[in-house]
């Protein structure tokens, strides 16, 4: 859900001290629902997942914790 592709162009938005960078990446493989990102990307770099098609490059953002994780079922 992170990547967008529009145009001939394949991005993602990145965060970067509070803001949303537009990345443009090259896309791999889709494997279990999981997109390849094969450039484009540093190790540890957070991406936008959610709400992205609201986004210009230097949008604030702030990031959630994944509910999954913050409410663990027991």
């Known amino acids: 859900e992170a990547v967008i592709s529009y145009a001939g162009v394949t ?3 990145v965060v970067a001290e509070g803001l949303a960078r537009s990345r443009t990446v090259q896309a791999g493989r889709i ?4 997109q390849e ?5 540093k190790d540890g770099e957070s991406v ?7 986004l ?11 509910l999954a994780t913050a409410n663990p079922k027991p």
């Open 56 to 66: 210009v490059d230097g949008s604030p953002v702030a990031i959630q914790a994944d």
């Open 37 to 41: 990102i094969l450039t484009g990307l």
């Open 31 to 34: 494997r279990g629902g999981m």
């Open 11 to 13: 991005k993602v938005f």
């Open 48 to 54: 936008v997942v959610s709400g992205q098609s609201r």
